[in-house]
T-cell receptor
């Protein structure tokens, strides 16, 4: 879906280093989300945003922070990466609360 | 505690036959249910949804059934095609809750054999 891009698509990093993942949308949607997908866990919500500078925690927010300074960009930061944060990270957007979420292509992050 | 459960990790069906994927939920405040399909190395894509005021929704080969009293929903794919082979996630959202967040099940991997 060209309306949602994630960068980088793959990253390998070392334990203790900071990492920032970027989600960019061209749809001008108000709501943006970060999920992680792990085997045996499905998709779990990390953080979400309901507008510029408006963010809140999800189910698995420990160790993560987010920022949204523009409508189109939602950044996910791992302040000090740990091996338990090895995962596939998906960004999603939604026009309003009653609509389905559209997902980006994902970022595969490996923390060694 | 898991609020959305997909108890079958995998399902294998023959091409042309019906695929039935099941999902159970525990929270009676959920009022909107969705199915997503996911291919390897891609993001999940929305497939079909159903509101809690309905018991059935159809879209081509895909039909979702909702049984509120049993807190159960199912996705029927008829006829199944090899291109349907993917992981299917059931998801639910509560009324006005948590800014539209979806709660997902763990997924069921569907394999459709030619």
């Amino acid at each position: 879906d060209a309306g949602i891009t994630q960068s980088p698509r793959h990253k390998v990093t070392e334990t203790g280093t900071p990492v920032t993942l970027r989600c960019h949308q061209t749809e001008n949607h108000r709501y943006m989300y970060w999920y992680r997908q792990d085997p045996g866990h499905g998709l779990r919500l990390i953080h979400y945003s309901y507008g510029v500078k408006d963010t809140d925690k999800g189910e698995v927010s420990d160790g993560y922070s987010v920022s949204r300074s523009k409508t189109e960009d939602f950044l996910l930061t791992l302040e000090s990466a740990t091996s338990s944060q090895t995962s596939v990270y998906f960004c999603a957007i939604s026009e309003d609360l009653r609509n389905y979420l559209r997902f980006g292509p994902g970022t595969r992050l490996t923390v060694t | 505690d898991q609020q959305v459960k997909q108890n079958s990790p995998s399902l294998s069906v023959q091409e042309g036959r019906i695929s039935i994927l099941n999902c159970d939920y525990t929270n009676s405040m959920f009022d909107y249910f969705l199915w997503y399909k996911k291919y390897p190395a891609e993001g999940p894509t929305f497939l079909i949804s159903i509101s809690s005021i309905k018991d059935k929704n159809e879209d081509g080969r895909f039909t979702v059934f909702l049984n509120k009293s049993a807190k159960h929903l199912s996705l029927h794919i008829v006829p199944s095609q090899p291109g349907d082979s993917a992981v299917y996630f059931c998801a639910a959202r509560g009324y006005g809750g948590s800014q539209g967040n979806l709660i997902f099940g763990k997924g069921t991997k569907l394999s459709v054999k030619p």
